[in-house]
């Protein structure tokens, strides 16, 4: 089977790319000495983990339950959950462990600790701390770490400390990606070794993002690195100098459905349901606007853009606008559209059509979505 | 079952406000004379639909061929497809056609019109008019229209003309909405009249969005009305005035996991995955940011909006920012967040929690996405 055969819009994946990809992340992390436990929101798909994964038992990370449920049942037993926990999220975590799920949580507060503890199952959890003043987690080395330690060990089990650098996301350069790295690591060394202090293992000192896995150039004290968009890359990454343009695996296939010639538009039927509504090159110094468009084989082509979108309208043009040669671009032509934000638009699909360098589809890979 | 039961997030829908929304559209419809073709792309739902359609047979609105089987799927025959056709898709037109749904299509362009007309089956197709220069479709009464209704008529069948006022979402006060209103109206009775003048009957003279749907004073010539998103109406049309926030039908349960009291931060469950990555409150003149906060009962909360949002993490702050008292908000809390935009952020679920004015599950619907 061929791209050329299926209905539009679909979800692209080549497999190449993200196999490269992988390696590249995997022989950074070797180098420095550090695990990783890569984050599956990016594929929530058991074919695309497998590569990522040490074991076919993992580790990975989750950001739902519903990624701890899929992967679970596929065989993967260290999961970390590594978004704040729910209190009324806790029985379905007990649950799990119970059938030898060896899940784990986080919390940032007494409050939520308290709630972890009062299960009394024993829950392994980590502690966020709040690296960058992004969003969620504990001031590095805060007092407070004790106290919400102190209140796991009641019934839970403090098992150490994570953050995530969002804020990696708005550096620019290469020398601040770095800086923010070890920013990024300082937070949880400096908060294990206050836990340490007062008495508490920290076992885990759990790092992760993309742009700071991709540019960290030390990771002492730090027991693992949490990264997912690394898998397929995207837009955003390229713009940020964390990956090139032709590393994205991730595109989403189009075709030209009409022209609007005066204003030098190409009308796709890969609208923002198909590229998601996430902008995020929209601050960066080249605007991508919903995508950057390229042909069937994944080359980019002529500075197109996806300058703006309606829910399954794709409008095309060149970057910064001008005429172009409409006949170039026929009704019924495919395009393939690179995104913003691979979790964005990956979202938008349930599955993956897997290709490797061309356009024969190989294989097509199941993803879910929801919670 | 009660909404204090549901892990977090999921999508609520309030019926009994669907239902008013539902019953105010109809009313002005039927004092213009003109009948609804309701738009499915938004709530992607037979059981949401029910209430929207004249007959269990339709008529419908789909924005893509996924929606046309599901739909068809469950009785519904009488189905246009709005967004200009593909012409790899014309096969599965033709295969459903052949199954005994009534299915129509859309064309812009001469190239596409000799696409149908070449299937040689028949397919009713309307021709697109751009009425207000914001995506797909010719000039009102351009003389290209002739040609391409003769274009059809070699193979498929000149149904008539379509136009939807896209620009209608970026009107200011009720006046602008209402003279966008009427030239939506005459830019297909104007196109219509090109046809018949023609020789081509134009028996459908279409034309849809919710806001013109609400303000037109006038539909005369017009045959049909396509709108969506008034069934769940949301925060970009209250924005417009097209709706009271009150009326929102939808929303998404999240429940609070911490908070960031020095910047006077509560931190959610619903991220950009919940709400989408939609903020077309943006340029309105009150921004939402990714979402208006309501009690669980759906009540606004002390003027909280979702002020930024991570995937699976949503940061709740005052609007404008300061400070706020934490203890009001415990971890564990229920909120419900109101969508900037229905369509989008109704395609992150795979299901409603169907209430009505309080708490109650009284049924869930399903939900799908995809194409």
């Known amino acids: 089977m061929n791209l050329a055969s299926l209905e539009t819009p679909r979800l692209v994946l080549d497999a190449a790319k993200m196999d490269a990809n992988v390696a590249r992340l995997k022989a ?155 920013q990024e690591r300082r937070a949880v060394v400096e908060s294990a070794a206050v836990l340490h202090a007062a008495g508490f293992e920290a076992p885990v000192v759990s790092v992760g993002s993309t742009p700071t896995a991709m540019f960290a150039q030390n990771l002492e004290g730090v027991t693992e690195v949490r990264a997912g968009v690394f898998v397929f890359m995207d837009l955003v990454m390229a713009g940020l100098g964390v990956c090139a343009v032709n590393d994205i695996a991730l595109s989403v296939l189009a075709t030209v459905i009409g022209h609007q010639k005066e204003k030098g538009w190409i009308i796709t039927d890969g609208g923002w349901m198909a590229m998601s509504r996430d902008r995020g090159t929209a601050k960066q110094p080249v605007d991508q606007g919903y995508g950057l468009v390229c042909d069937e084989q994944g080359r980019p082509l002529d500075d197109l853009i996806v300058s703006d979108a309606n829910q399954e309208h794709g409008i095309v043009s060149r970057r910064g606008g001008g005429p172009l040669d409409a006949s170039k671009y026929p009704v019924g032509m495919r395009l393939r559209i690179l995104p913003n934000h691979a979790c964005a638009t990956g979202a938008q699909f349930d599955a993956y059509q897997v290709v490797r360098g061309n356009t024969e589809i190989l294989e097509q890979w199941p993803r879910f979505s929801g919670w």
């Open 28 to 182: 950074r992390l070797a180098a420095l000495g550090v695990r990783l436990r890569p984050h599956v929101k990016t594929c929530k798909s058991i074919e695309a983990a497998r590569g990522l994964m040490e074991s076919p038992a993992g580790p990975i990370t989750v950001s739902t339950l519903k990624e701890a449920e899929q992967f679970f049942a596929h065989g993967v037993t260290d999961i970390f959950y590594a978004v704040g926990i729910a209190p009324g999220k806790l029985d379905h975590v007990v649950a799990l462990r119970g059938k030898g799920c060896d899940l784990k949580v986080v919390v940032d507060s007494v409050e939520a600790a308290e709630a972890v503890a009062a299960k009394g199952a024993g829950i392994p959890t980590l502690i966020e701390i709040d690296c960058d003043g992004h969003r969620a987690g504990v001031k590095p080395g805060a007092p407070v770490l004790i106290d919400i330690a102190k209140a796991l060990a009641k019934g839970a089990e403090p098992r150490g400390v994570m953050t995530h650098a969002g804020d990696s996301y708005a550096c620019r350069g290469d020398d601040a990606i770095r800086a923010m790295a070890e």
